[in-house]
């Protein structure tokens, strides 16, 4: 049962809607080791991401292509979520580690509203971006059924691992990974 709970994203992923399948890349053995310790299943090729332009919490809309040239661990959350709220910290932790030119962690609030977001974070900013999907239309796009889900995605946009589930973000085994994807050459 745990196997094909790891394997649900994979599926769904590769199977439905508008995510496309993008060449492999000629690291992947190694991202899928690295992403595995990580506790992150990779996919077995790269996938095109969704496009998505949502307001943040400062009222700018912000849209997939602001990302782009970053590594990017995106997460769809929720406030009324516990495992989420949990999780929430080890987001933050990483992007004081890790959040510089070349990456950030980007979440994405899922049927959530500002006044709650605001009220978890105490009325402090996370240092990231934290964005509004308040009809769900990009959490369904991503192919996201619940919270927490997460992905990691390149400096093109496109998924390379995904996780269903909390987890704790700053370890050491998951920044590894990103500062291997941080370095990968660009194709």
Not at 142 to 155: E, F, I, K, N, S
């Amino acid at each position: 049962m745990a196997a094909m709970r790891r394997l649900l994203p994979v599926l769904v992923l590769t199977l439905s809607g508008p995510l496309t399948v993008l060449p492999a890349s000629a690291d992947s053995p190694t991202l899928a080791a690295l992403a595995s310790e990580a506790g992150m299943e990779a996919y077995a090729v790269p996938l095109k991401a969704p496009a998505f332009a949502l307001p943040g919490l400062d009222g700018e809309t912000r849209d997939k292509h602001d990302y782009r040239g970053r590594v990017v661990l995106l997460n769809f959350w929720a406030s009324w979520c516990p495992p989420c709220r949990e999780e929430f910290p080890s987001l933050q932790r990483l992007q004081q580690t890790l959040g510089k030119r070349d990456f950030t962690v980007l979440a994405i609030a899922v049927a959530d509203n500002d006044t709650a977001v605001m009220r978890f974070l105490d009325g402090q900013r996370p240092g990231f971006d934290v964005l509004l999907d308040n009809d769900r239309k990009t959490a369904g796009d991503y192919r996201a059924a619940g919270v927490p889900v997460t992905y990691l995605l390149d400096r093109e946009g496109r998924l390379l691992a995904g996780k269903t589930g909390p987890h704790h973000w700053d370890s050491p085994p998951m920044q590894r990974l990103i500062q291997e994807v941080i370095h990968l050459r660009k194709e």
